[in-house]
């Protein structure tokens, strides 16, 4: 069954701390992907990768960074937290190929930035 | 440039009735277009999708979606909601071969006992 795992379910972060969400699949997808999600906007693209070590800035990078240094694995970095960061993050990946338009998302990260 | 919109942030049916969540969206190529069901607490997955071929497609859990280009609808019903269908419901588009999909904002499906 595919899986899409995210490291924690609630995380509490002080502004100006730095922050690494990670994010791990097990289908050996390509393409890896990080949102948030904001009531009433839906899910904003922050970043999404299509290989190990590429990256591309999604529709709001600002304040984020990433980093994929394996096919499995992709980090959602806040350098320095601020609290307009407070949000429900996630992770989604998909295939190459046929079907490469579905994404299967993890379960969320929910941040709080105080 | 693609976009969607939901119509309706808030939806409540009586158990066994009709479902019906709109979606309108803009697309400067054929899209594909989507419905994903997020339940409490956990990420989105996928109910169906549209790609090429027939208009009228089939989703799990007894949902269905119709295309209409005229229109440019992808409208998400069931015919008899259940208890269980209570959840955040989303439209997408896409027309990036899957790298840019955009969300509509959302639809919280409320179901009345």
């Known amino acids: 069954d595919v899986k899409v795992t995210q490291s924690s379910r609630y995380l509490v972060k002080r502004t100006g701390e730095k922050v690494f969400l990670e994010c791990v699949q097990d289908m050996d997808h390509e393409n890896m992907f990080w949102y948030r999600q904001d009531p009433g906007l839906g899910l904003r693209l922050i970043y999404f990768?299509?290989?190990?070590?590429?990256?591309e800035k999604g529709d709001i990078p600002e304040g984020y960074s990433v980093s994929r240094e394996k096919k499995e694995r992709f980090s959602l970095i806040l350098e320095s937290a601020s609290t307009n960061q407070t949000s429900m993050y996630l992770c989604?990946?998909?295939?190459?190929?046929?079907?490469?338009?579905?994404?299967?998302f993890g379960p969320g990260t929910r941040l709080l930035v105080l | 440039a693609q976009s969607v919109t939901q119509l309706g942030s808030h939806v409540s049916v009586s158990e066994g009735a009709l479902v019906l969540l709109r979606c309108n969206y803009s697309s400067s190529v054929p899209p594909y277009l989507f419905w994903y069901v997020q339940y409490p607490n956990q990420g989105l997955q996928l109910l169906l999708k549209?790609?090429?071929?027939?208009?009228l497609v089939k989703g799990i859990n007894g949902f269905e979606a119709e295309f209409k280009k005229s229109e440019t609808s992808f409208h998400l019903t069931k015919p008899s909601a259940h208890m269980s269908d209570a959840a955040e419901y989303f439209c997408?588009?896409?027309?990036?071969?899957?790298?840019?999909?955009?969300f509509g904002a959302g639809t919280r499906l409320f179901v009345k006992a």
């Open positions: 997408a588009v896409d027309n990036t071969g899957g790298f840019k999909t955009i």
């Open positions: 549209y790609t090429t071929g027939a208009t």
């Open positions: 989604a990946s998909s295939n190459w190929g046929q079907d490469q338009e579905t994404q299967y």
């Open positions: 990768s299509y290989d190990v070590k590429m990256k």
